[in-house]
């Protein structure tokens, strides 16, 4: 017999053994705005929100997807009641929830303006990944990108969310409404930053004194976010709904570690953060560089490598010896000599415990998945360990060898038809095609790249050299032997 659905009149049937929210859903109000309602959102910020709302009223969310419907057509059943598994031995079940709502952008509109406009949202947080912020290579809005493009000329009929962010702030603006506070979740050095100049730029190409209220009163702090979130699978829905007793088309999973540190300005002190785990920081840039260049940079290097010798998970990869030894040299020797210690952080105890994290079995966390957008990812993940080593002229074999293990994977999907998840997709493939097996030309293809490496660097001998080196010793099925001994 199919188990019931997960919704708020079945609750009262979930096993035992998983938590629901302790506070009555009816009574909150939406006071945060998401945009980006995919896992990540879905397993961290949400989770905090559903701590929130045990002691505060105020915070369930209103979600906004982008683009496609898949979120809110699973969850719309379940009165947006989802499972979080929360990956141990045993997994722990835990029912969120946060989430009031989901709109899909595209269809809905004026609801998401609505939210935007209301003075109660007082937090606007996003996990757009990479890609979603519009940036060129130095870190800029892009005005040739096709999203903002349209936006500027879309007289408030925007499609990204940087159009949403400017429009939203332009209506507050004009009604005298306060600014919400735009937290931003993804996985970009200096990312609050960041994203307050891209809007900025936007805003100032509409309506100067509206860029200069954006730029002065909207408070758009550093964050760094971190637990690592396999993609749902029909296995999770299988055991989630075996587990719990009711049926769930949208639960989501992720290690039992989670960290989210906000900067600690006073637009964010609205909440009472600390009593649900979050720490307020005064410099988030120590964190938020450990994790880019430890957690996400290793990542990176073990999935390339990984898939090129032929692992599906981090977890499998973990267990080539070769290949986690490969990656612990790297972290120790190439990367953390590029990150400070400062207070009780210490870059050597950071770096054991994220490969303990990663060894996690029950983890299961594809290589394939972080594959994805490398165009985007290597440039806020490896290059600046690249760069630091070289102002100090140390050698970086290691994450040399991990870029070219990403022009190896890339050639590999052009000559075998496989396709790739990348914004650059189109150009990488061509690259990819036309490349020999002879190194400094393959090499040179890629690093002619300009918005994913800097001209500089490219140019630079000891950089050009290194790749080539890592590209030549790393064939087409991931050998390690030029740098590890096989
Ligand atoms: C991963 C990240 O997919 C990826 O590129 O490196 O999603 C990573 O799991 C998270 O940032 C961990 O917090």
């Known amino acids: 017999m199919k188990p019931p659905r997960l919704s708020d009149s079945t ?20 006071g945060w705005l998401h945009f980006g309602a995919g896992a990540f959102h879905r397993a961290h910020q949400a989770y905090y929100a559903d701590r929130l709302l045990e002691r505060d009223p105020r915070w369930a969310i209103s979600a906004v997807a982008l683009h496609s419907s898949a979120v809110r057509d699973a969850l719309a059943p379940q009165n947006n009641l989802y499972c979080l598994a929360e990956l141990a031995e045993p997994a722990q079940l835990r029912v969120i ?14 609801a998401v303006f609505a939210r935007l406009e209301a003075p109660e949202t007082r937090l606007v947080t996003l996990t757009v990944t990479e890609k979603g912020y519009c940036l060129r290579g130095d870190g800029r809005l892009d005005f040739e990108h096709p999203d903002i493009a349209h936006d500027l000329r879309a007289d408030g009929a925007v499609r990204s969310v940087i159009g949403f962010l400017a429009e939203g702030l332009r209506r507050r603006y004009a009604r005298s409404v306060a600014p919400f506070a735009v937290v931003s979740c993804d996985n970009l ?23 200069r209220w954006i730029e002065h009163d909207v408070s758009f702090p550093r964050t760094m976010v971190d637990s690592i979130t396999p993609a749902t699978d029909a296995d999770l829905i299988a055991r989630v709904t075996a587990e719990s007793g009711l049926y769930d088309a949208g639960p989501v999973q992720r290690e039992r570690f989670t960290q989210w540190v906000i900067e600690d300005l006073p637009a964010v002190q609205v909440a009472d953060w600390a009593a649900v785990g ?16 430890v957690v996400n940079g290793a990542h990176s290097a073990l999935a390339y490598l990984g898939l090129l010798r032929g692992h599906a998970t981090v977890a499998e990869a973990m267990c080539d010896p070769r290949l986690a030894h490969c990656v612990e040299r790297m972290l120790r020797e190439e990367v ?26 029950s983890v299961r966390h594809q290589l394939a998945q972080i594959a994805w957008d490398g165009s985007k990812k290597l440039p806020l993940r490896l290059l600046p360990s690249v760069v630091a080593a070289m102002a100090t002229a140390r050698p970086f ?80 099925n991931g050998s390690l032997s030029d740098v590890e001994r096989e």
């Open 11 to 30: 609750l009262a049937q979930l096993s035992a053994a998983v938590a629901q929210p302790r506070y009555a859903r009816e009574a909150c109000r939406v």
């Open 97 to 110: 929830g946060a989430l009031r709502e989901i709109l899909v952008a595209p269809s809905e509109r004026p």
């Open 189 to 211: 050095p200096d990312n609050g930053p960041t994203l307050h100049a891209a809007v900025t730029a936007f805003a100032a190409q509409r309506d100067p004194a509206l860029a």
């Open 278 to 293: 979050v720490t307020l920081a005064r410099d988030v840039s120590v964190y938020d560089r450990a994790k880019l260049r």
């Open 336 to 361: 953390a000599p590029s990150l400070r210690a400062s207070g009780s952080f210490e870059v050597g105890a950071y770096i054991e415990a994220t490969l303990e994290r990663f060894r996690t079995p």
């Open 397 to 476: 074999p290691r994450l040399a060898l991990s870029l070219a293990a990403w022009m190896r994977f890339v050639i590999g999907q052009a000559r075998g038809g496989g396709g790739l998840t990348d914004p650059q997709a189109e150009r990488l493939l061509a690259i990819g095609r036309a490349c020999t097996d002879q190194p400094e030309h393959d090499v040179a293809g890629f690093l002619a790249l300009e918005d994913i490496f800097p001209r500089e660097l490219a140019d630079a001998v000891v950089f050009r050299t290194a790749v080539a080196q890592g590209y030549r010793g790393l064939g087409a």
